[in-house]
C-alpha cells in the first residue's frame, strides 16, 4: 500500500471554498446592515391623529382655520393673527399651552385663526432647517387637509427638541406619510416642492411684523388688528 505526503505549502481546494464562503456571508451582512441603517427612518409616529372640525386653506400668506361649520361664525367672530417660527423656544411651549382651547376656540366658531408662519430662526440662511419645515407644512397646507394640518403642526412644535437640526426632507416627509398624508403630499414634501413658495411666504410675514416698533420676533399673536399681551389662558380671554 502506497501513501502520498502533501506538502505544508500545498493548496487545499476545501479550505480555499470554505474561505471564499465567509467572505462572502460577511459581505451579505453587511451589506444588509448598511441597507438597514439607511432605511430606517427617524420618524417612529405612535401617537393618534387627533381629528378635527374645522377647514384650512392658505390664503393672505396665513393657514386659515376657521369652523369646519361656517354657520358658527359671523361678522362678530374674533380674528387672531398667530406669527410663529417652528424652531422658536417659546413657540413650542405656547403651542402645548394652548392646543386644546385653541382647537376648542375654532371648532365652535369662537375665532378665526390665520397662523402666519416665519423662518427666521435660520438667521438669514435660506436653506436652514426652518425654511425646510415651512416648505414642509406648506406641502400640506395646500392639500387643504385640516386635519393632517393641525395634526403636522403640533407634533412639529411639541417634538421641536427631538428634530432640531436632526430632520431634514426625508424625515419631514415619513412623518407625513405616517400621519396618512396622500402620495403626491409625501413625494412634494420629500423634493421640496415648495421651497420658494415656503421662503416668500416666511419673508412676506416677517415684513409684516418689521414694520412695528418690536419687529421680528415670536410668538405673537394679534386679535383684530391689535396686539395681545401673551398668557397660557390667552384663548379663553379672546374667544367670544
Avoid at 467572505?23 to 405612535?46: D, R, T
Avoid at 369646519?68 to 410663529?84: G, Q
Avoid at 411651549?93 to 376648542?104: F, I, S, W
Avoid at 391689535?226 to 397660557?232: H, P, V, Y
Wanted: aromatic fraction near 8%; glycine fraction near 6%.
Amino acid at each position: 500500500m502506497s501513501s502520498t505526503v502533501k506538502s505544508p505549502n500545498q493548496k487545499s481546494n476545501g479550505f480555499l471554498w470554505a474561505v471564499i464562503a465567509v467572505v462572502v456571508i460577511a459581505a451579505v451582512v453587511i451589506g444588509y446592515i448598511i441597507i438597514s441603517g439607511q432605511s430606517k427612518s427617524k420618524v417612529e409616529f405612535e401617537g393618534q391623529v387627533e381629528p378635527v372640525a374645522m377647514s384650512q386653506q392658505i390664503d393672505d400668506e396665513a393657514f386659515k382655520l376657521t369652523a369646519e361649520d361656517s354657520a358658527k361664525t359671523d361678522d362678530k367672530t374674533p380674528k387672531v393673527e398667530i406669527y410663529e417660527d417652528f424652531l422658536c423656544p417659546h413657540c413650542a411651549e405656547l403651542a402645548v399651552a394652548d392646543k386644546d382651547q385653541l382647537k376648542d376656540a375654532i371648532e365652535a366658531g369662537d375665532m378665526d385663526v390665520a397662523i402666519r408662519t416665519m423662518s427666521f430662526m435660520d438667521r438669514g440662511n435660506e436653506d436652514g432647517q426652518s425654511h425646510h419645515i415651512l416648505a414642509a407644512v406648506y406641502a400640506v397646507g395646500e392639500s387643504g387637509d385640516a386635519e393632517l394640518y393641525w395634526n403636522y403642526r403640533q407634533y412639529l412644535l411639541e417634538h421641536q427638541q427631538d428634530i432640531y437640526q436632526q430632520w431634514g426632507d426625508e424625515e419631514l416627509a415619513d412623518l407625513a406619510e405616517q400621519m396618512g398624508a396622500g402620495d403626491d403630499v409625501v413625494s412634494n414634501i420629500r423634493d421640496g416642492k415648495f421651497t420658494d413658495e415656503a421662503r416668500q411666504f416666511g419673508k412676506d410675514n416677517e415684513d409684516r411684523l418689521r414694520a412695528t416698533d418690536d419687529g421680528v420676533s415670536s410668538p405673537r399673536i394679534f386679535v383684530d388688528g391689535e396686539e395681545i399681551q401673551l398668557s397660557s389662558d390667552w384663548v379663553e380671554k379672546v374667544r367670544r
